[in-house]
Every structure is written in structure tokens, then in C-alpha cells.
């Protein structure tokens, strides 16, 4: 990363005293000061040295400011369980209109890797459709998370979806053969996860070739983070087979990803891939043929 010219950071120094420890992380005095306006908006005045200081270290600003937007939701962000992205929410966003806009009653909804709870919360507050109930359950290996997910489910209590569409949350493990018996569901419609899918070679390298930002590998557990493909096959083996649901949208990093679930899977599934608004395949999707789910193909950007 290039070094900070040392003009700008007397220009930042003259505008304020709290706005050069936000120069490494924003690079720009303009970023800079909008971070410093977030900083002053949302914590008292005697945690703003504080602030500054952490976000010199490079600490993520969520964990500083304690949450992060995640559509009209606000997730409560702590270290130790990972922040949501704008990738998840993008995903999350067009698969909560497929379903309003298509009517299917009665889903039951299983989030592996939930993480803080952001992917069933918003599908709660953004399932809407006349007489349709979902129930929607979230888990995750880390207590951690869980208890984030709890504290999210408590303080996102008054959303406008929450009499008919209801969320829990619990400790379990993908890697699990028997988790289907331990999920306090009857039968499960449809799987969603964004597992932890960076491989640990990648995870490694520096950002400019293709690794992992130095916050991130500083200060965001390394459980949500490395995995690639093993966390697929798991969900597809102990999750999505053994329950008979009927399709599944997982958050991908890579195309090898993509092409590996479909190799996992027979004839009788549809497989695509959705990618993101930056053009990075971004979701793999699953659907059983012949079922109200084929509504998934929707999503797709391709079928292979
Ligand atoms: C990429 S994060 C996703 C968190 C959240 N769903 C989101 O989108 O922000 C992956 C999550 O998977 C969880 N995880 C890792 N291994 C797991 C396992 N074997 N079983 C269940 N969850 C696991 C991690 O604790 C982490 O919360």
C-alpha cells in the first residue's frame, strides 16, 4: 500500500486532531471525514480518542461503532463473529422479493453458519404475502455468534413481520451427520448459507493478489472466514439431502465452488449461479425439478 503523503496528513491535522488516525484505513481526507462524522453521530464525546485510535490499528469501524446497516435492519457487530457484507445483503434481498412476489405459504427456512443472525432476520422482516407463515432457524457452531443472533433477535423486536414469521436460533455443527433430528423443525422447504469458503492459500496472501484485507485477517474470526469446499459438501450431505428440501441458495466466493456442488448432486436438481452487482459469481442455487421451488431458477445468472 503506498505510504500517506505527509501533506495530506497536516491538511487532515488543521481540519481536526481526531482525523489523521483515520487517514491509514480511508486514504482520503474526504473518507476520512465521513468516518469522523459516523464516529461523532453515533458514540459519546469521550469515546472518540478512544475510536480514532482503534481505527488507526485498523480495527473494522463496525466493531468500533458496534453494528453495521444491513437492509432496514441493524445488526448489533461484536469481535468474534463476523460482519455482514453488502454481497449477503444483496443476495438475501432478491431471494426475500422471489418469494414474496411468487406467494409460497408456509415455508420452513434453515441458515446454516448464521453467524449474527442477519441473513434470517432480514428474510423475517422481508417475507410478506398474504396468509403466509415462515419459520425461519438459524445455527451456528460458535456460541459466539449464537448469542449475537440472540441479541439481534431481541433488539430487532418490533419489525413489522414478527406475528407471523417467526425465528430461532441455535448451536449446531454442518459437519454433523445427524444435525437434521437436532433442529427444532418438522421438515425443511429451503437451505441458505454463507458458509466459510476462502481457502487457506488465499486467506494468506497479500490483498493485491487476490488475499484477504489486513483487518480482516486481524480482527475477523478465522471460523467464518477458511474453508472452501468441504462446508458445501456438508451442507448438501447432512442438511439439504437428508431433510428432502427442496432447494438451497449458498453464498460462493469461487466458480470451482459452484461446479463442485453440482457434481454433489443428481439429475433430479437444477443447478445455477447468481452473481453480484460488482460481476463476482457470488451465489450458488439448487432447486428440486418439478416443485414450487423452481422459482429459484429466477435467480440464476446461468443454469449448468
Ligand atoms: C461467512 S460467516 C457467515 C455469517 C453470517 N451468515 C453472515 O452472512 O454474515 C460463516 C459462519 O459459519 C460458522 N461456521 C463455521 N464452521 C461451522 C460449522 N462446522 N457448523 C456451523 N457453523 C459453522 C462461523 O462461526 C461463521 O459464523
Redesign the pocket.
Given at each position: 500500500m503506498p505510504r500517506l503523503d505527509g501533506k495530506v496528513v497536516r491538511q487532515a491535522k488543521k481540519i481536526s486532531a481526531l482525523l489523521p488516525p483515520l487517514l491509514p484505513a480511508n486514504r482520503s481526507i474526504e473518507r476520512a471525514l465521513l468516518e469522523l462524522k459516523w464516529i461523532k453521530d453515533e458514540l459519546p464525546k469521550d469515546q472518540w480518542h478512544s475510536a480514532v485510535n482503534r481505527r488507526l490499528k485498523l480495527e473494522p469501524l463496525q466493531y468500533i461503532l458496534g453494528n453495521q446497516p444491513?437492509g432496514d435492519l441493524n445488526?448489533i457487530c461484536e469481535q468474534g463473529?463476523?460482519?455482514?457484507?453488502w454481497e449477503?445483503e444483496e443476495w438475501c434481498t432478491r431471494l426475500a422479493d422471489l418469494i414474496s412476489e411468487n406467494a409460497c405459504k408456509r415455508l420452513v427456512i434453515v441458515?446454516?453458519?448464521?453467524?449474527?443472525?442477519?441473513?434470517p432476520l432480514y428474510l423475517r422482516d422481508n417475507l410478506a404475502s398474504a396468509d403466509t407463515i415462515y419459520n425461519i432457524c438459524?445455527?451456528?457452531?460458535?456460541k459466539?455468534?449464537i448469542h449475537l443472533a440472540h441479541r439481534n433477535l431481541l433488539s430487532n423486536r418490533h419489525r413489522k413481520f414478527e406475528e407471523s414469521n417467526r425465528v430461532s436460533f441455535q448451536i449446531?455443527?454442518?459437519?454433523?451427520a445427524n444435525i437434521v433430528c437436532k433442529l427444532p423443525v418438522h421438515k425443511i422447504d429451503l437451505v441458505t448459507?454463507?458458509?466459510?469458503?476462502i481457502p487457506l492459500s488465499d486467506y494468506k496472501k497479500p490483498v493485491i493478489r487476490g488475499g484477504v484485507e489486513k483487518s480482516v485477517r486481524q480482527y475477523e474470526?478465522q471460523?467464518?472466514?477458511i474453508?472452501d469446499v468441504d462446508?458445501y459438501k456438508?451442507l448438501l450431505c447432512n442438511l439439504v439431502k437428508p431433510s428432502q428440501a427442496r432447494g438451497f441458495i449458498f453464498?460462493v466466493g469461487y466458480y470451482k465452488q459452484v461446479d463442485f456442488v453440482r457434481k454433489l448432486l443428481d439429475r433430479s436438481w437444477a443447478v445455477g449461479y447468481m452473481n453480484d452487482s460488482a460481476g463476482r459469481v457470488r451465489c450458488v442455487v439448487g432447486w428440486k425439478l418439478d416443485t414450487d421451488l423452481d422459482i429459484l431458477e429466477r435467480l440464476c445468472d446461468a443454469i449448468i
Open positions: 444491513f445488526i463473529v463476523l460482519i455482514p457484507r449477503t441458515d446454516a453458519c448464521t453467524g449474527s443472525g442477519c441473513i438459524g445455527f451456528d457452531i460458535s459466539e455468534a449446531a455443527d454442518i459437519s454433523d448459507a454463507n458458509p466459510p469458503y474470526p471460523l467464518a472466514l474453508g462446508p456438508q453464498e
